[in-house]
């Protein structure tokens, strides 16, 4: 079998499935954005291309249209390059693409025999998920519309994909009615091989202006807050304001920050340069800031290192795409305590298999941490069942690769896939 992989930033969301493929003696080719793919990091068996990065929108145009444009630009890029692998020969029996950028707009129209399997991250809509969530972060009119103009790249890989995958259940609800008979939902895969409970794990940090570093090991006091970047749809705000409380309840504690100062979701902070220093504007004065420890973007030994000392893992979302960084402290065996939102409950049972909370209680969310620390025996059994809710449902080896070989294989063959994956 023939396969092409299309991902602006590759190998993205198919760094596991494009390799097993691969491995398994199937052909595959992957396209990426030149700025972004490395080659030569690439796993064996793996052909890896890349096409120019292309231009954005055009300045000045309509701003609800900069999106639309600068997709449609990455879109022909991407055609040239397929176009220039069909001169070629290779004529790829299955594309799998995600159509978020633009990159699958016109694959169909150079491989019109292939099946396209389109990645389906995020369809947005104007209410029942981010948009509007917060009040603090209100949505204007404005913003709506502009909302809606930027699903019509989404919709037209919808229209062209011969079926989706979407990782949970709750992103699948967000999509239009009419194309959920063409989607499966199977998660991306956890490798909980690598990502283990160590109790001989150990995370250095140092505090700044401190002489000399610190050591956390598991058992201390460390309560861990992990986004890409720090921000309000990952509930940064809510966690900021829960410190000074929280400290004050825990004097041994420390707290471990891991991300970086840049924006990924919403919009940027008005007064000042990243919302870490909004934040620490606003509650730094009571927080004791050798106990909180900002570590930026680390390598993911460091960040699997962090969750392996954790005594409580922090997590919070907006109604939006789930992090895996999530699930990897579940499978960690992390203690987690999570936002009482939607795409959260699809995984985190509250007193089952972690801990519940308000998005916007930042009491809540103090005195709950403060609770779990303050009892940390009684609820070991709660970190042994997020590990056990990984395993059964989303470990990458035992049920996530399998079924999204499966699926691609039933396209391949022109069998109808299952819409919905078995669980484990």
């Known amino acids: 079998m023939k396969l092409l992989f299309v991902h602006q930033n590759f190998p993205g969301q198919y760094r596991h499935l494009a390799a097993r493929m691969a491995a398994a003696g199937h052909q595959v080719t992957c396209l990426g954005d030149k700025g972004n793919v490395r080659p030569q990091d690439a796993p064996p068996n793996l052909t890896v291309m890349s096409y120019p990065t292309p231009a954005g929108a055009t300045r000045g145009i309509h701003h609800y249209l900069t999106g639309f444009e600068a997709a449609v630009r990455r879109g022909q890029s991407v055609l040239r390059a397929a176009m220039e692998l069909n001169r070629m020969g290779f004529v790829p029996d299955v594309i799998c693409a995600h159509p978020g950028w633009g990159e699958a707009l016109f694959l169909k129209d150079v491989f019109p025999k292939a099946k396209l ?17 917060d009040p603090e972060f209100p949505s204007s009119l404005d913003d709506i519309f502009r909302i ?10 919808l229209q062209a994909m011969d079926w989706g995958v979407t990782p949970t259940q709750w992103q699948a609800r967000q999509l239009p009615a009419d194309f959920l008979p063409r989607v499966t939902t199977v998660h991306d895969g956890v490798d909980t091989r690598l990502v283990r409970p160590d109790p001989a ?25 992990v986004n890409r970047n720090l921000e309000p749809y990952r509930g940064f705000h809510t966690f900021m304001r829960a410190l000074p409380d929280l400290l004050r309840r825990r004097p041994q504690a420390h707290v471990v920050i891991i991300g970086g100062d840049d924006v990924s979701y919403g919009t940027r902070p008005k007064e000042h340069p990243h919302y870490r220093a909004q934040y620490l504007a606003e509650v730094g004065d009571r927080l004791d800031l050798s106990r909180v420890h900002f570590l930026g973007k680390v390598p993911y030994g460091t ?16 109604p939006f795409v789930l992090s895996w960084s999530l699930m990897e402290a579940m499978a960690a065996g992390c203690l987690v305590v999570a936002s009482n939102t ?20 930042a009491e ?26 990984i395993i059964g449902r989303y470990d990458l080896e035992s049920v996530c690769l399998p079924q999204q070989m499966r699926l691609i294989e039933d396209l391949a063959d022109g069998r109808l896939p299952s819409r919905r994956a078995p669980k484990g």
């Open 148 to 157: 809606r103009i930027k699903n019509t790249v989404l919709l037209h890989g």
């Open 303 to 318: 960040f699997l290192a962090a969750l392996q000392v954790s005594a409580v893992h922090v997590y919070l979302t907006y």
């Open 117 to 133: 399997l389109a990645y389906l991250e995020f369809y947005y809509n104007t209410r029942g998920s981010d948009v509007g969530f």
């Open 342 to 361: 939607p795409p959260v409950r699809e995984v985190v049972r509250d007193g089952r298999n972690g801990l519940l909370v308000d998005f916007f209680s």
């Open 201 to 225: 794990a150990q995370l250095t940090v140092r505090p700044e202006g401190a002489a000399e570093p610190l050591t956390f090991r598991p058992g201390d006091e460390v309560i861990t807050f």
């Open 364 to 389: 809540g969310l103090a005195a709950t941490v403060a609770a779990a620390l303050e009892n940390p025996d009684r609820l070991a059994r709660l970190r042994g069942r997020a590990r056990e809710t």
